[in-house]
């Protein structure tokens, strides 16, 4: 298991918790300056997504600075300077990026995604999606994206220092109020 690293906070939440707003409250009490860092496409044609994203941006103080990464989150991680911290949003649009990938270029993308995080100098925030909470996706694809985001959140956590989960607008600390599942 890896060791907790005091610069990486996870915030997870089902689709329109808040979690997103409540990584931004986090990131504005930090007192540093702040990267937003997106990892979702570019979807001109999709007016839903596009004003989304449109609604994100109207949230963000002016002063943050805003990179638009999609696919390539690891490679942004190499080149982000010690004294910012970093708002990733989200884990889910990144791995939308590699669900094609078969399991053994998954694997070392992954692989790849937890070194940079934890060689990244920024300390991070990294909001994440909440998925398979009752609803069996009904395409091969679409149970892939449940099951490798569950098992890279399951490999993050152990290497952050907090951890929220958001749900109907309110954050829970689920470092403070839980206990890890034992493997069996």
Do not use: N
Request: glycine fraction near 6%.
């Amino acid at each position: 298991m890896a060791e907790a690293d005091a610069m990486l906070t996870l915030v997870t939440g089902p689709s329109r918790s808040g979690k997103s707003r409540w990584a931004e409250h986090l990131a504005l009490r930090s007192g540093r300056p702040v990267t937003y860092v997106a990892t979702g496409p570019r979807l001109e044609d999709d007016a839903s997504w596009s004003e989304r994203l449109a609604l994100h941006r109207r949230r963000r103080p002016a002063d943050w600075t805003t990179w638009e990464v999609e696919g390539e989150l690891s490679a942004a991680l190499e080149q982000a300077p010690a004294e910012r911290l970093l708002l990733i949003d989200s884990l889910g649009t990144w791995l939308a990026h590699h669900l094609e990938l078969d399991t053994s270029a998954w694997e070392q993308e992954q692989e790849q995604l937890l070194s940079a995080l934890q060689h990244c100098s920024s300390p991070a925030l990294i909001v994440a999606e909440e998925t398979g909470w009752g609803v069996v996706p009904p395409t091969a694809i679409g149970g892939r994206f449940r099951d490798r985001l569950g098992a890279l959140q399951q490999r993050l956590l152990p290497r952050c220092s907090e951890a929220w989960l958001v749900v109907h607008g309110r954050a829970i600390d689920l470092l403070r109020l839980s206990r890890p599942v034992p493997e069996l």
